[in-house]
C-alpha cells in the first residue's frame, strides 16, 4: 500500500487530500499541531468515514522534529505534504516572528532532514500565489515574486531554501500554489461560510475596501484532486498553479469580486443584499488581485476542475443548515494560536 503523510492534516485543504487519498487506496499519516477538529469540520470523519488506515499524531514542526522524524522513519512514507503554516494576512503583522518560525525556519529544520532519508519520492510543498504580490491577471509560475504581507514573504522564504536543495541534493520538491480554496468543512471565519452564517444569524456582512477585492475560487475537492496528481506525477523542481481559469463556460467565474459573491450568496438565501453587507476600508497590505493561470497543470497532468462556484456554494449553505445545531458553537471568528 503507498503511504503519504500529511502535515497539517486538520487543516481545510489538509484534511481533504486526507479524505481523498485514503479514497484513492493510500495509507495516510496525519500530523496537525491541534487535536483533531469535531467531526463535522473534517471530511475523513464526517458522517462516520472513519478509516483503518488513517493514523493521527499531534505534534507541532516547531517543537517536536525528533518525534516527527521518528514517525518519518517508522513509517517510511513515499510522499510528504505539508499544509502546515501560520496563513492568516491580517494577523500576520501583528506576530511576524511567528510566521517566519513556522512557514520559514521549522520548513529549513525540518526538510534538511529529509533530504537524508532515501525513501522519500516526492515532497509536495503547499506555498501561495501571494508571493506575487499584487498581480495582473492570468499570471504563469514565471512570475516575478513581489510579496506584500508577512505571511507572503515567510512562504516565500521556505519556498526559495526547498529550490535550493532541490539545486544542491536533488531533494524531490514540487511546490502548489492555488487560488482560493473554498468548501464544506471550511474555517467558519473564510469568507463565503461566514456569509452564510452571517445571513442565517440575521447579522451584517463587512467587505473590506467595499468588496472590489478580486478572487479566483476553486473548490477544495478539486484542489485535492490537483495536490494528489502533482504528487504522484509532478515534475521535480518545478511549480504549479492550481486554479480555475478558463475552466468554466461562465467566464466570471475564473475571476470575481467578493462584493459579487457575496451578493451571489444572498441572492440564492433570498436575503436583500444592501441591508445585509456593511462597506468597511480596505485591510492594510492585502494585495487585491490574484489570478493564477493553471495551464501547465492542465497539460502536463491532464488536471481540470468540476465543480463549478454556484454548485459548490449551494452545497455549502446545505451543509451549514444540515448541521447548524453543532455550527453555530463552533468558533466564528479567528483564533491565533503561536
Known sequence: MKSILIFGSNSFTGSHLVHHCLKNGYKVIGISRSDEYPSVMLPYLYKGNENLNFSFFKLDLNKDLNNILKICDDNKPEIIANFAAQGEVRTSWDFPVQWYETNTLAVVRLTDELRKRDYLKKYVHVSTPESYGNT??????????????????????????LLT???RYN????????????????????????????????????????????????????????????????????????????????????????????????????????????????????DSNY?????????????????SLHTGIKEMIEWIDNNWSQIINLPLEYIHKR
Not at 182 to 199: D, E, F, K, S
Request: aromatic share 8%.
Open 291 to 307: 489570478s493564477i493561470n493553471s495551464s501547465k497543470l492542465r497539460s502536463e497532468l491532464n488536471w481540470k476542475p468540476n465543480i
Open 171 to 286: 531533494f524531490p520538491v514540487v511546490l502548489t500554489r492555488s487560488s482560493n480554496v473554498y468548501g464544506v468543512h471550511q474555517q467558519l471565519y473564510r469568507i463565503i461560510p461566514r456569509t452564510i452564517i452571517y445571513l442565517r444569524m440575521k447579522k451584517k456582512i463587512q467587505l473590506h475596501g467595499n468588496g472590489k477585492t478580486q478572487r479566483s475560487f476553486l473548490h477544495v475537492r478539486d484542489v485535492a484532486n490537483a495536490t494528489l496528481k502533482i504528487a504522484e506525477r509532478g515534475v521535480n523542481g518545478d511549480v504549479y498553479h492550481i486554479s480555475p481559469k478558463h475552466s468554466y463556460t461562465s467566464p466570471e467565474e475564473d475571476h470575481v469580486s467578493i462584493y459579487s459573491v457575496v451578493k451571489t450568496i444572498c441572492e440564492m438565501m433570498n436575503y436583500d443584499f444592501k441591508s445585509s453587507v456593511d462597506l468597511v476600508d480596505q485591510n492594510f497590505g492585502q
Open 136 to 161: 495582473s491577471n492570468n499570471i504563469k509560475e514565471t512570475q516575478c515574486y513581489n510579496p506584500s504581507t508577512p505571511y507572503a514573504a515567510s512562504k516565500l522564504a521556505g519556498d526559495m531554501h
Open 165 to 167: 536543495l532541490h539545486k
